[in-house]
């Protein structure tokens, strides 16, 4: 009855201490792939704020120039409205 029951106690004992083991293995390999994952995902923000950045930069560019040409065109009409005054005075 002895040996049936220091059995029973090492067979009991050995399964908590393989569930640990194999629970604790689970564990850490989670933990490896989740910071891998944590990783990867701050690559890809960073690269699109970089993305974004160059967005900015270009949108910017093209406000600068779009506000050139609209004092350019405004210096235009003016010219032209002088002109069409001139003209209009050597007509009559």
């Known amino acids: 009855m002895e040996i049936t029951t220091i059995?029973?106690?090492v067979a009991a004992v050995s399964g908590v201490v393989l569930g640990w083991v194999t629970r604790t293995?689970?564990?850490k390999k989670d933990v490896?792939?989740?910071?891998?994952?944590?990783a990867a995902l701050r690559t890809d923000v960073?690269?699109?704020k970089h993305g974004v950045d160059d967005v900015r930069f270009e949108l910017?560019?093209?406000?600068r120039r779009f506000d050139a040409l609209t004092?350019?065109?405004t210096r235009v009409e003016e010219s032209t409205?002088?002109?069409h005054k001139r003209l209009d005075?050597?007509?009559e």
Do not use: N
């Not at 490896?32 to 944590?38: I, L, R, V, Y």
């Not at 910017?60 to 406000?63: G, L, M, N, V």
């Open 25 to 27: 293995s689970a564990f």
């Open 7 to 9: 059995t029973a106690l």
């Open 32 to 38: 490896a792939q989740e910071a891998g994952s944590g």
């Open 71 to 73: 004092e350019r065109v």
């Open 89 to 91: 005075k050597i007509e």
């Open 60 to 63: 910017k560019d093209q406000i």
């Open 46 to 48: 960073e690269y699109i």
């Open 81 to 83: 409205k002088q002109a």
